[in-house]
């Protein structure tokens, strides 16, 4: 079964840096998503993408975040600077269809010290 | 204000009975509505959608109900078993569109053998 593929399993980054978090949709998807999940708290929001442009975006989604598909394979999360606040399971996603659902990726666990 | 619930307190049951999970909005006029399991350390698992029109949806053991006049949706899970144990997700489409889901806050289910 096609899978969203997620890469790095686990980050850890100096308060600051710049992240970059990979992901590789389903190669037939058209329709692309960042949610994040703080441990314990509920899976959340972050971006939309379709036809290489941004669809919606969430509050959290500010001046600090990008995405970006830069080969028409890949799909990148970029944290210019991180906060300590970053630290969450961030996860991709893509869907096809109408009526198909999402699927997910296993997801990157971005922790910022 | 927008809000999606679901049972915070996790649900213990008898393997072999059946699971029943709720999940209530306020404020929405969904267009329509996805199921989602989701293990520890992982990303969510499309299980189900049923649209505005529908009243109900089965899928093997699972079965989704859709109520818009009370703005509630039931999730069935029929001769539970300990590997069904996992949190169960309800996900809204506000627009129709694919800019994107909101996720409730999730209910653990415990299926004890």
């Known amino acids: 079964e096609p899978e969203v593929t997620q890469t790095p399993s686990h980050q850890v980054t100096q308060m600051g840096q710049e992240v970059i978090l990979r992901c590789v949709p389903i190669s037939n998807h058209l329709y692309f998503y960042w949610y994040r999940q703080i441990l314990g708290q509920k899976v959340e929001f972050l971006v939309s993408f379709y036809n290489n442009e941004i669809s919606e975006k969430s509050e959290i989604f500010d001046d600090q975040f990008s995405v970006e598909r830069p080969d028409g394979s890949n799909f990148t999360l970029k944290i210019r600077s991180t906060k300590l606040e970053d630290s969450a399971m961030y996860f991709c996603?893509?869907?096809?269809?109408?009526?198909?659902?999402?699927?997910f990726g296993s997801g990157t666990r971005l922790t910022v010290v | 204000s927008q809000k999606i619930e679901q049972n915070s307190e996790a649900l213990n049951i008898q393997e072999g009975k059946t699971a029943t999970l709720t999940c209530n909005y306020t404020n929405y006029s969904p267009a329509y509505l996805q199921w989602y399991r989701q293990d520890p350390g992982r990303g969510p698992v499309f299980l189900l959608l049923?649209?505005?029109?529908?009243k109900e949806k089965r899928k093997e053991r699972l079965k989704v109900t859709f109520d818009t006049t009370l703005k509630q949706s039931l999730f069935h899970i029929t001769a539970s078993q300990p590997a069904d144990s996992a949190t169960y997700l309800c996900?809204?489409?506000?627009?129709?569109?694919?800019?994107?889901?909101?996720f409730g806050t999730g209910t653990k289910l415990q299926v004890i053998p």
């Open positions: 049923i649209r505005e029109n529908e």
């Open positions: 996900a809204l489409d506000l627009t129709g569109g694919y800019q994107k889901v909101t």
């Open positions: 996603a893509s869907s096809g269809a109408q009526g198909a659902g999402y699927t």
